[in-house]
């Protein structure tokens, strides 16, 4: 017999065929039951009549329990009344275990309940379905930055020095070498790359120590990193818009079964289409202001709103979904005040004060998505920027030395990977767009 999987089982309507799964739901009623298999590429319903099966058969499906890991042989039929849904009139069924009672039912079950059995909540069809929907986004970046002419570029994880400021490094102990630091990105290292190999990117994982339990944060994140040699902040608007654009218009087509499965509203991700708006920072504060939402600080006895927003501040999630309110497409926002962004950015020659940073914002209040910038590739202006920022300059040196030899203008942007699997599955929380999230209160499983 064929074995066969339930995604492709249209193909073998009116075939008898062998399926190697797991049951996720069983009903009877009479002399009839209704078992419901998962393979891991989608749920099939069996129907196995009392009349049709040896009585062998039909005793071990009244034994079966959810879970229970099961090869079924039958034949494959048309549904009666539902279309494209298929059905599986069961002739065998061989048991290879009997699960033992499953903690997650059909009904309710509380957050940290499922979270406490996420090895568990995987193989529910929600969680299967946006894993899938990640592993598309995946393939299409990858499969675009290869069309492009990008060299992937693999930077390490163990690193000598900070990124993104020091506030949010892992720290490990490295033999007689003392610290190594978690990679917050590998941007630096991609740097390099960009002036061997001219367009490189980096896709792992990156780590930052951010005691934040929002939404958006986890402290293990996947992030793909493209830098290329001769670009300008234009150049690298025009790219982000471009890639955006293919992955999204891929993964509504190739995951158009299990978008609508979790429910997503498409017709939102279909308006992905170049031109996306391209606001300044300072603009983007007039935004604020005319919409009269104010900086939001924590004091001592509570919180602070100051009004007007001012000039220099990072957004939060409340400004982020002010901004794009106005626009149904994500909003590119550059040129940022210059303490609110990293060292490595480059200044704008027209504005000391300024530089030449830029955020993607999600539509529909997703926030940052993209963060990316053009290099400060001037070696005095670097180094001053390293000492201001209170970096240890020695353990930069390598990094240093890109602008000592053959420096040019180059530019480049990060994507969180789960910030994207949010947006486009429309999550409400983070902790689903990865198999295992790490968060500040949780590492397990
Ligand atoms: O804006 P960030 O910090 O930029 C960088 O790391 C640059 N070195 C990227 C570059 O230019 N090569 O982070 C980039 C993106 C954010 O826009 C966000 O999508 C994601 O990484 N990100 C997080 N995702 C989940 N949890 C967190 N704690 C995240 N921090 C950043
Ligand atoms: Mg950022």
Redesign the pocket.
């Known amino acids: 017999m064929e074995r066969v999987y339930i995604n492709t089982i249209s193909g073998h309507e009116g075939k008898e065929v062998t399926l190697k799964g797991w049951l996720y739901n069983i009903r009877s009623s009479g002399k009839l039951i209704f078992p419901e298999f998962r393979d891991g590429t989608g749920l099939i319903q069996g129907v196995v009549s009392k009349n049709e099966v040896d009585e062998k058969v039909w005793n071990d499906f009244n034994d079966l329990t959810q879970e229970s890991s099961v090869i079924v042989t039958g034949l494959v039929t048309k549904h009666p009344k539902k279309e494209d849904t298929y059905e599986i009139q069961v002739k065998n069924l061989e048991i290879i275990q009997i699960a033992e009672p499953y903690p997650i039912t059909p009904k309710e079950h509380g957050v940290d309940f499922l979270s406490d059995r996420r090895h568990l909540w995987l193989r529910s069809q929600r969680q299967a379905a946006i894993l899938r929907i990640r592993n598309e986004l995946v393939q299409s970046i990858r499969e675009y930055m290869y069309n492009n002419g990008f060299i992937l570029f693999d930077t390490p994880i163990f690193t000598p020095n900070a990124?993104?400021g020091t506030s949010t490094l892992f720290a490990t102990d490295y033999f007689d070498l003392g610290k190594a630091y978690l990679s917050?990105?590998g941007?630096l290292y991609a740097e390099a790359g960009a002036i061997a190999l001219g367009k490189v990117y980096t896709f792992g994982p990156t780590f930052?120590a951010?005691n934040?339990m929002t939404r958006?944060?986890?402290t293990e994140?996947w992030?793909m990193?493209p830098e290329m040699a001769y670009y300008d902040i234009d150049d690298n608007m025009d790219l982000i818009e471009d890639f955006l654009e293919y992955v999204i218009q891929r993964v509504l087509k190739n995951c158009s079964k299990e978008l609508k499965s979790i429910g997503r509203d498409t017709s939102k991700l279909e308006n992905v289409l170049k031109p996306f708006p391209r606001i300044t920072y300072e603009e983007a504060v007039e935004i604020l202001r005319e919409k009269d939402i104010p900086l939001i600080k924590k004091t001592e006895n509570g919180e602070e709103h100051i009004r007007p927003f001012p000039f220099g501040e990072d957004f939060g999630a409340p400004h982020e979904e002010a901004i794009v309110e106005n626009f149904n497409k994500p909003v590119m926002v550059h040129r940022w005040p210059a303490e609110a962004k990293a060292f490595y950015m480059k200044r704008d020659p027209k504005d000391p004060k300024i530089v030449l940073g830029v955020d993607v914002l999600a539509p529909e209040g997703f926030g940052?998505?993209?963060?990316?910038?053009q290099r400060e590739d001037n070696l005095e202006l670097l180094k001053q920027r390293i000492i201001e920022h209170d970096l240890p300059i020695e353990a930069f040196s390598w990094y240093i030395d890109l602008r000592r030899f053959g420096s040019v203008p180059h530019s480049?942007?990060?994507?969180?990977l789960?910030?994207l699997v949010s947006w486009v599955c429309n999550l409400d929380h983070?902790r689903e767009a990865i198999p295992f999230p790490r968060r500040p209160n949780r590492i397990t499983p």
């Not at 940052?368 to 910038?373: A, C």
């Not at 480049?412 to 969180?416: E, I, K, Q, S």
């Open positions: 990124c993104e917050q990105s941007q930052r951010e934040s958006r944060h986890i994140f992030m990193e940052e998505i993209i963060g990316g910038s480049g942007f990060g994507l969180g789960e910030r983070i």
